[in-house]
């Protein structure tokens, strides 16, 4: 079990430029979700995936963020036309998809947009 | 809707005394209840859970809660706090019905002085 992995770990952008983060989930985890961390705040879901299906997308998901996750294996996260609002921590985490199962995370991908 | 509510930014505490970090949750059905810890630029690592059963859930590191529907509580505490428990806790909630989406409170920073 290498747990989730993700990357890039850092990644800094001009605004207005596009940037994609991919997450590896554990191998056996049919769920994958994704989280945002801003400074001093707890994380706030994003959106998550059963298998390939994307299944439900927070309101913060603007239209300027998509995410994928093909063959139900990886997923990508990608944010377009970057804004300095967009700054802060992307965690990734996975789970088997069993009730009340536990979400295992990835050291994230800490984004700053100068 | 649900919501975790940490009432306290910081918790300080002498290695050796006995730590606890409190946690009270709010969601419309029945609860999962979770911690995480994290370390600075680090994802989040998984501590105890409950989903049913008894109150008290031991976990990872020594550390365990109790879980109190009638206060809707679920405080995480340890009997002897160690320099190395400084960090970031976060409390999380669930609810069972809809059972994808973590809800965190802001965190409080734990700081065990030797």
């Known amino acids: 079990d290498t747990g989730v992995s993700q990357d890039p770990r850092h990644k800094i952008t001009k605004r207005g430029q596009n940037v994609t983060f991919r997450c590896d989930p554990i191998?056996?985890?049919?769920?994958l979700y994704w989280y945002r961390q801003t400074l001093g705040q707890g994380p706030e879901f994003l959106t998550y995936f059963q298998n390939e299906a994307q299944l439900e997308k927070s309101r913060l998901l603007s239209d300027r963020f998509s995410a994928e996750r093909p063959k139900g294996s990886f997923s990508t996260l990608e944010i377009q036309r970057t804004e300095q609002g967009d700054s802060a921590m992307y965690l990734c985490?996975?789970?088997?998809?069993?009730?009340?199962?536990?979400?295992?995370f990835g050291p994230g991908t800490r984004l700053t947009v100068l | 809707a649900q919501s975790v509510a940490q009432p306290e930014d910081q918790v300080n505490v002498a290695e050796g005394n006995p730590l606890t970090v409190k946690c009270t949750y709010s969601?419309?059905?029945?609860?999962?209840l979770f911690w995480y810890v994290q370390y600075p630029n680090r994802g989040l690592q998984f501590l105890l859970k409950y989903i049913t059963g008894d109150n008290l859930v031991k976990g990872s590191y020594g550390f365990e809660a109790e879980f109190n529907k009638s206060q809707t509580s679920f405080h995480l505490k340890k009997p002897s706090a160690l320099v190395s428990d400084s960090a970031l806790y976060f409390c999380a909630v669930r609810d069972m019905a809809n059972d994808y989406k973590l809800s965190f409170g802001a965190g409080t920073t734990v700081t065990v002085r030797a």
């Open positions: 985490a996975s789970s088997l998809g069993t009730g009340g199962d536990t979400q295992y």
């Open positions: 969601v419309s059905g029945n609860p999962y």
């Open positions: 191998s056996e985890h049919n769920r």
